[in-house]
């Protein structure tokens, strides 16, 4: 079945910067659709940066210019670069994937990031 499994989170202080990675199994993760999300206390889930299949990206704006997606399909891994942290980013931060075409949703167990001094 397939698994993603986030890693990478912690406690960083405003301005810092840490390297979320979420690695795939049980799927050809080059024909999937990626995307980071994350959800602090009482908010709702959004996104925060996906990445297509083919490589394109989009971002929330809260986080443009500070936060990079990329993938690497040769190890089955899509990662989130997060710079200039803020108080604000802190959340628990989830991993989604989707084949191209498909309905079904996959998700990671999360991985929490506090920004704090």
């Known amino acids: 079945q397939v698994q993603l499994v986030e890693s990478g989170g912690g406690l960083v202080q405003p301005g810092g910067s840490l390297r979320l990675s979420c690695g795939a199994s049980?799927?050809?993760?080059?024909?999937?659709?990626m995307g980071w999300y994350r959800q602090a206390p009482g908010k709702q889930r959004e996104l925060v940066a996906a990445?297509?299949?083919?490589?394109?990206?989009n971002y929330a704006d809260s986080v443009k210019g500070r936060f990079t997606i990329s993938r690497d399909n040769a190890k089955n891994t899509v990662y989130l670069q997060m710079n200039s942290l803020k108080p604000e980013d802190t959340a628990v931060y989830y991993c989604k994937g989707r084949v191209v075409g498909g309905r079904d949703d996959y998700w990671g167990q999360g991985t929490q990031v506090t920004v704090s001094s």
């Open positions: 049980a799927m050809l993760f080059s024909i999937y659709n």
């Open positions: 990445i297509t299949s083919g490589g394109s990206t």
